[in-house]
């Protein structure tokens, strides 16, 4: 198993652009979730998605859109980039349920926006 | 929604020596407490986790404990080595039905010393 990918690993924007950050898991995790960390702050949960359909906010959504159409991948779009979206972003994948599991991270990716 | 507060920042110790890192919730429902390691540009990776039910947990050299009645719990690490200079988060879960987002400390940067 490949267990949770991202792509791209790096990338710059200019500031009004739009971009999709992938993630792929290969797990059959029902649940996914995207962070942002920044120095200092740890990671914030930006949305999340308890299974392919269904997706909802989390602490710092605004800027982001997601969707769910598979269980394999949960993409992050970003609209109009915002140098303060400068960040590192990590995917996070578990199987889900009532029972709290393990969460597993992609590599991230680091976006810096001029 | 869930705050978590994790102390030290920065922890300096020397290389044998025993560490340990603090965090405290706000959320009394939170009923699991994971630890994530992150090496310097990795993913960050689950080293040890608990569940409300359980009072300590030992893996070797690593163990948490937590009081719930407190609302804290603590990561202890025991005769380190360099390998385990790192930036150390402790989490817990975000509350809400089914989701398993977590709520992030800002983490703790420990450096052995030789």
Known sequence: NAGVTQTPKFQVLKTGQSMTLQCAQDMNHEYMSWYRQDPGMGLRLIHYSVGAGITDQGEVPNGYNVSRSTTEDFPLRLLSAAPSQTSVYFCASSRGGAIKETQYFGPGTRLLVL | GENVEQHPSTLSVQEGDSAVIKCTYSDSASNY???????????????????????EKKDQRIAVTLNKTAKHFSLHITETQPEDSAVYFCAATFPGGGADGLTFGKGTHLIIQP
């Open chain 2, 33 to 55: 407490f994971p630890w994530y390691k992150q090496e310097l540009g990795k993913r960050p990776q689950l080293i040890i986790d608990i569940r409300s039910n359980v009072g």
